[in-house]
């Protein structure tokens, strides 16, 4: 799961008569430059890489699928490029967030911005909470660890998570905490039961092995890796905890540390309260609870954002 200068190329029609054109003497520097292929190339990445290591991303264009979280201000303009005249300042997780644990939900990324006159605008602006994108961005600018990406491109995918099977699967991890592993299995086969990404589902399947751990039914855990690592079969991991789980007594089975939840982010406390938004989810009654328009400045208040574990 490994999650910008643009150069701009004109190219020619060929001659109607069939001949080949003759390659020219810088054609072969253009196709063999590895640098230039690099810094031109659009490789795919994940939100989570870039936030853990900005500076080495800076400049470069990267490929991320995102899933949309919110517009809001872009904050003080006098520290990048990114005035909110210009730019659609949002926020959004990395794909590979899941966004049922309370601890990843509440990373989302403030500092993603899209020119108010590039096409990708209309698509950034119609997007629906836990909508998944496939964009291209380049991190512009680093301010205190922090990226800010400019979105070049942005397209609409169709396999998102509902806001029910986020609510589902939050509530799970809540009854198995407190040990309801009956209703936390219920859970997280309802929250199955909907259509989603591979990755999502994926690492629900992790979770809920984890629950069928806690409850020793080695079997049915093994059964929930084994459809995680068809969905994911670049993970080794994966095989490592089916093995390790077959060979280990029922007696010894740890319950935590299947899904590696990805590289701890920086502190959230050091961006800037007054630059991150309060964040609002889906409750398990059923209930939308929105998030408020204004920043949250108290660090003490922002602690009391509804997440979806209550």
Excluded at 19 to 29: G, L
Aim: with cysteine.
């Amino acid at each position: 799961m490994k999650l910008l200068t643009t150069f701009v190329f004109i190219v020619f029609a060929a001659p109607s008569f069939g001949q080949d054109v003759p390659e020219k003497s810088t054609d072969s520097i253009w196709r063999n430059d590895i640098l230039l292929k690099a810094l031109t190339s659009v490789k795919p990445h994940t939100l989570t890489d870039l936030r853990a290591r900005p500076d080495a991303y800076r400049s470069l264009p990267v490929q991320m699928d995102i899933q949309f979280h919110d517009t809001r201000k872009g904050g003080n303009p006098f520290f990048t490029r990114f005035s909110d005249e210009n730019y659609l300042c949002f926020s959004a997780w990395g794909a590979e967030q899941p966004l049922w644990d309370q601890n990843e939900y509440q990373k989302d990324f403030s500092f993603l911005f899209v020119d108010r006159n590039a096409p990708e605008f209309r698509t950034l602006l119609e997007a629906k909470v836990y909508q998944r994108l496939r964009v291209s961005g380049v991190a512009r600018d680093v301010f205190r660890g922090i990226p800010y990406i400019e979105i070049i491109k942005a397209e609409a995918l169709d396999d998102g998570m509902s806001a029910a099977a986020i609510t589902h699967a939050a509530k799970a991890r809540k009854l198995s905490m407190q040990g309801d592993t009956p209703g936390a299995v219920a859970e997280f086969e309802r929250a199955l039961r909907g259509a989603m990404p591979a990755i999502s589902e994926a690492q629900m399947r992790i979770d809920l092995a984890q629950v069928y751990l806690q409850r020793r039914e080695r079997d049915n855990a093994i059964t929930q890796l084994d459809q995680a690592k068809k969905l994911q079969p670049k993970d080794a991991s994966l095989a490592k905890s089916i093995d390790k789980i077959k060979d280990t007594p029922l007696d010894q089975l740890k319950i935590e540390g299947l899904r590696e939840v990805p590289a701890e982010l920086k502190d959230p406390r050091q961006e800037s309260a007054a630059s991150r938004p309060a964040a609002g989810v889906k409750e398990a009654s059923g209930s939308i609870k929105e998030a408020p328009k204004t920043p949250v400045a108290d660090p003490a208040a922002e602690k009391k954002i509804t997440n979806p574990d209550k």
